[in-house]
């Protein structure tokens, strides 16, 4: 079946830090969502990007399809952006999640 | 609107128990489906139910049944909890099959078994 390798796997930021969370996937999709997981177990998506590229306030993310990954960009971080972010794409109808990247931001 | 609701919120149980995870959506939403996510990992599909009316397999669905009740309700039986089973189960809806489309996702169960 399809691989969805998410990276890096864990990252601490200090408050208002910019990164950059990558999402690989071994198949070409259809479909790529990008989920926060906030510290309280919260699952929220936060962007529908089979490509292109979306923003929403200090989010964005950008899927370059025809080369297999995606990108997730936090710019000026606060605390509240802690948590765990999942890629998934579709997978035979399903959605394939990766393993997430944890990101602490620190005060 | 309370989008998707789930209940209980945590439960333990003995091996060899039975129970059912209730899950309710108040959005309209034609598909639902039932994840289980283990320590460290994504999310892995146990069932979905496309429309009202249908119930197909994921990735891992023994151990699991599951009743599509109505258009707003979807819940999931463990028949016989194995340790195995122990897991955080989220519950999501969206509005067509399938995933060319938002998920929206419950609060989880947090479920132990002994």
């Known amino acids: 079946g399809i691989q969805v390798e998410q990276s890096p796997p864990d990252l601490i930021l200090q408050e208002g830090a910019n990164s950059t969370l990558r999402c690989n996937f071994s198949?070409?999709?259809?479909?790529l969502q990008w989920f926060h997981q906030n510290p309280w177990g919260q699952l929220i998506n936060l962007f529908y990007?089979?490509?292109g590229t979306k923003q929403n306030g200090r989010l964005s993310a950008t899927t370059v399809a025809t080369e297999r990954y995606s990108l997730l960009y936090i710019s000026s971080s606060q605390t509240t952006d802690s948590g765990v972010y999942f890629c998934a794409v579709e997978s035979f109808q399903k959605l394939v999640f990766g393993t997430g990247t944890r990101l602490l931001v620190s005060p | 609107n309370a989008g998707v609701t789930q209940t209980p919120k945590f439960q333990v149980l003995k091996t060899g128990q039975s129970m059912t995870l209730q899950c309710a959506q108040d959005m309209n939403h034609n598909s639902m489906y039932w994840y289980r996510q283990d320590p460290g990992m994504g999310l892995r599909l146990i069932y979905y139910?496309?429309?009202?009316?249908?119930?197909d397999k994921g990735e891992v669905p023994n151990g699991y049944n599951v009743s599509r009740l109505n258009k707003r309700e979807f819940s999931l039986r463990l028949e016989s909890a194995a340790p195995s089973q122990t897991s955080v189960y989220f519950c999501a809806s969206s509005g067509n099959f399938f995933v060319s489309d938002t998920q929206y996702f419950g609060p989880g169960t947090r479920l132990t078994v002994l």
């Open positions: 139910s496309a429309s009202e009316g249908t119930t």
């Open positions: 990007i089979p490509s």
């Open positions: 198949d070409s999709v259809n479909n």
